[in-house]
């Protein structure tokens, strides 16, 4: 890794640097670090403290990390982890874009609000990226260092190779059974086994919920002498047992994958089908303003059941109206709500709407 970063000094024992990603200086935080009186807490579901990094979106569960000079004075909840803060600035010979150097960015103008589609897993991310804007291919930083081949617990003693799927592949994918299609996958070889990227690295072995005091295991099949059906206790929907899930073995608790995730947002809001959160890189939170449509500025939120239908859809007659698990814009006064994709048609060839975000 090379060092993306400028420092300038130290500040109250903790190094200060400027970084490109950041309008401004950032401080390297530990528990010494004097930073105001407002402390800053690390990531723990268990206390429901939600700590993420803007670069990566993952949790930042221990120190040190970078964090904006102004996070507690003025509330800019900028935070690094230290990683994330000397990424190269680019990668040469990208194995799924060999043609062009992909550059490290922080966000893309012709994308709504930050969001873009990444190339390998397919997941939506708002995170840092590394991209080409000649061909409009972008990866989340996540999948820019995934390795060439992995070993996983669900086929012990086989190497798993990282290749592209075929469009006309009628194979599922062992955690999820979802096709594998035009996916990034890891394959066996010499067996009939395939796994999505995602599912294969997004999915921690171990994992801890406030659901359950225990530490749960991800399960690859069903659980011996388990005499019940399967229903996950946070959804509370029934499950297939062949698609990998959480369970503890003390309390024969068991858990979607999707509904456990590290995050806090997922808990009122899962989507409804596949192995991995949907919006696990995603960090909500921001506002919009849409001042031809709306007087209160609108939140940047995931779509509960409660949030009823989208305000724009509703009026225009379409389908698809329901708000819940959609990344949605939410107006905290009132019950105006707009899909994503609805809130960002008012800033592409509208003439009449002014829109500002922040």
């Not at 401004?24 to 407002?38: A, P, W």
């Not at 429901?48 to 803007?54: F, M, N, T, W």
């Not at 059974?177 to 171990?206: E, G």
């Not at 192995?275 to 960090?283: H, S, T």
């Amino acid at each position: 890794m090379s060092n993306q970063k400028e420092l300038i000094g130290k500040h109250d024992d903790g190094e200060m640097l400027n970084h490109f990603s950041h309008e401004h200086q950032l401080i390297l935080f530990n528990k010494q670090t004097s930073l105001g009186k407002k402390p800053i807490s690390l990531h723990d579901p268990m206390k429901r403290v939600q700590l993420l990094c803007d670069g990566c979106v993952r949790p930042i569960m221990t120190v040190p990390f970078y964090t904006c000079c102004q996070y507690t004075d003025e509330q800019c909840c900028f935070v690094l982890h230290e990683w994330c803060a000397k990424l190269p600035s680019q990668i040469q010979d990208y194995f799924g874009h060999p043609d062009h150097p992909l550059v490290l960015k922080t966000n893309i103008p012709s994308k709504f609000f930050g969001v873009f589609e990444c190339e390998i897993c397919g997941l939506p991310s708002n995170g840092f990226m590394y991209g080409c804007t000649t061909c409009n291919y972008f990866v989340d930083i996540n999948c820019a260092f995934i390795p060439e081949e992995i070993t996983h617990d669900a086929h012990p003693g086989h190497l798993l190779l990282k290749v592209k799927a075929s469009a006309s592949s009628l194979e599922r994918c062992k955690a999820c059974r979802r096709w594998v299609d035009t996916n990034w996958i890891f394959q066996c070889a010499s067996c009939d086994f395939y796994i999505h990227v995602k599912c294969a690295l997004l999915l921690p072995r171990m994992i801890k919920h406030k659901c359950d005091k225990h530490s749960l295991s991800l399960r690859y099949e069903p659980v011996e002498n388990h005499i019940e059906e399967y229903f996950c206790e946070i959804c509370e929907d029934e499950f297939n047992p062949w698609r990998w899930f959480y369970h503890c073995t003390t309390c024969a608790q068991s858990m979607h994958t999707r509904c456990v995730p590290l995050i806090l947002q997922s808990e009122q809001a899962t989507y409804g089908y596949g192995g991995v959160y949907e919006f696990l890189n995603i960090k909500f939170g921001g506002t919009l303003e849409i001042k031809d449509q709306h007087t209160h500025r609108l939140s940047f939120v995931q779509g509960v059941e409660s949030d009823g239908n989208c305000s724009n859809c509703r009026q225009e007659g379409e389908y698809s109206q329901q708000l819940k698990y959609e990344m949605i814009f939410k107006c905290m006064e009132c019950e105006f709500a707009l899909h994503y994709k609805c809130a960002s048609s008012f800033f592409v060839g509208s003439s009449g709407t002014s829109a500002s975000s922040s």
